[in-house]
């Protein structure tokens, strides 16, 4: 079984997501629903002692090109690995989100699940930059908490607002999860075409 499930939304304003961070910037973001690798996507990063935003790309790889790239780290195992362990020392970055998207295995096939926090804030996935061309990035994974491993056993690194200074400065990253929540979408998802607000919306259970 794959470690995640490659596909994510962040379905509002950048802005909305740096309110509570000292950080500005100039990068405009349009809501999207269904995020993909090899796609750009906004990212934090820390730049000179400070915290800064710049556009990445999915995929850990140090080609400016849309190629396909490792796009998951094991948490576990980040630190030793030979193609992760400088960035979890140097080139650490954090990616806005409202959700991300699992698929479980049921009586009918595989089924999409959108996963958020249980306060429906916006949090950050933690992941690392590919430490040549600094675009590139991967999304740590670890087991996937109680309250959401019935979808999936694996799960993005999510960080709250709280807490991605810390993860961005240090590499320290909190010791308890926050409350997570999960739930059937229809199967527009599964194509990485498709795009809009109803991708995430709940349906009725299936079985």
């Known amino acids: 079984m794959s470690s995640m499930c490659g596909r994510f939304a962040f379905g509002t304003r950048l802005e909305e997501a740096l309110k509570d961070l000292d950080v500005l910037s100039l990068v405009d973001h349009e809501p999207r629903w269904n995020i993909a690798p090899t796609d750009e996507h906004p ?3 820390q730049e000179e002692d400070a915290l800064n935003v710049a556009i990445g790309r999915w995929g850990f790889t140090s080609s400016q090109d849309a190629i396909k790239a490792p796009i998951n780290a094991r948490l576990e195992t980040a ?3 030979p193609m992760y362990k400088e960035a979890m020392r140097t080139a650490r970055m954090a990616a806005p989100a409202t959700g991300w998207y699992e698929w ?21 996935l933690a992941g690392l930059l590919h430490p040549e061309g600094l675009q590139g990035f991967a999304l740590l994974t670890q087991e996937a908490a109680p309250s959401v491993a019935h979808v999936h056993p694996r799960m993005p690194v999510v960080l709250t607002t709280g807490n991605v200074t810390a993860w961005l400065e240090q590499g320290a990253l909190p010791s308890t999860l926050p409350p997570l929540t999960a739930w059937p979408v229809g199967m527009d998802v599964n194509r990485t075409g ?12 299936l079985f």
């Not at 295995?105 to 926090?117: D, E, K």
């Not at 498709?194 to 259970?205: R, S, V, Y």
């Open 194 to 205: 498709n795009e809009g607000a109803h991708l995430a919306g709940p349906i009725p259970t």
């Open 43 to 45: 990212m934090l990063i």
């Open 79 to 81: 630190s030793e690995k």
């Open 104 to 124: 479980m295995a049921s009586p009918v096939g595989r089924h999409p699940y959108h996963h958020a926090l249980g306060s429906g804030e916006v949090m950050w």
